[in-house]
T-cell receptor, first 112, second 112 residues
Framework: DVKVTQSSRYLVKRTGEKVFLECVQD?????MFWYRQDPGLGLRLIYF???????EKGDIPEGYSVSREKKERFSLILESASTNQTSMYLC???????????FGPGTRLTVL | GENVEQHPSTLSVQEGDSAVIKCTYS??????FPWYKQELGKGPQLIID?????GEKKDQRIAVTLNKTAKHFSLHITETQPEDSAVYFC???????????FGPGTSLSVIP
């Protein structure tokens, strides 16, 4: 059974703080993704990675960066959190190509 | 780039009735169309997908149809049950590597 875990279910941070969201998958998947989910907007891709140390911008990368030092781990970094980054963040992984994406349970981030 | 629209945004049906969710996409090069179900407090999970070389696919009570000429695809759930209550997302692949674009979601409520 594929398992994607995210470091926190709920997180509260202050404006200007540096925030790290961690994601780990246990199925040796090539691809990993970070999305944010907002009501009425669906899932929007922030960044994805198709290999270690490789990253590609998604549709809304501004204000975010990512790190993939190991195949199983993909981190999302908010260098200086802002209130408009309050959202649900979902991590996903897939084997390769146009394959099923397996999602983690999400991290609800609130920036005050 | 690819744009995916989804209707309706909310849907209520009586238990045992059918539910239909419709999506349209803009990029005629799209060739992969997955559907994800998100239950409360969980990440989305793939329930069915269709590729552009087929027009219809069925899996027990769920089916997906694809009309490439009109650039729309639909999810059909028959004999709905309360456990079908969830948010459903359609998605379409882009020409870019491994990305999919998600629709805004449909919140389905099945009333016992």
């Amino acid at each position: 059974d594929v398992k994607v875990t995210q470091s926190s279910r709920y997180l509260v941070k202050r404006t200007g703080e540096k925030v790290f969201l961690e994601c780990v998958q246990d199925m040796d998947h090539e691809n990993m993704f970070w999305y944010r989910q907002d009501p009425g907007l669906g899932l929007r891709l922030i960044y994805f990675s198709y290999d270690v140390k490789m990253k590609e911008k998604g549709d809304i990368p501004e204000g975010y960066s990512v790190s993939r030092e190991k195949k199983e781990r993909f981190s999302l970094i908010l260098e200086s959190a802002s209130t408009n980054q309050t959202s649900m963040y979902l991590c996903a992984s897939s084997f390769q190509g146009k394959d099923t994406q397996y999602f983690g349970p999400g991290t609800r981030l609130t920036v005050l | 780039g690819e744009n995916v629209e989804q209707h309706p945004s909310t849907l209520s049906v009586q238990e045992g009735d059918s539910a239909v969710i419709k999506c349209t996409y803009s990029d005629s090069a799209s060739n992969y169309f997955p559907w994800y179900k998100q239950e409360l407090g969980k990440g989305p999970q793939l329930i069915i997908d269709i590729r552009s070389n087929v027009g219809e696919k069925k899996d027990q009570r769920i089916a997906v149809t694809l009309n490439k000429t009109a650039k729309h695809f639909s999810l059909h759930i028959t004999e709905t049950q309360p456990e079908d209550s969830a948010v459903y997302f359609c998605a379409a692949s882009t020409a870019s590597y491994d990305k999919v674009i998600f629709g805004p979601g449909t919140s389905l409520s099945v009333i016992p």
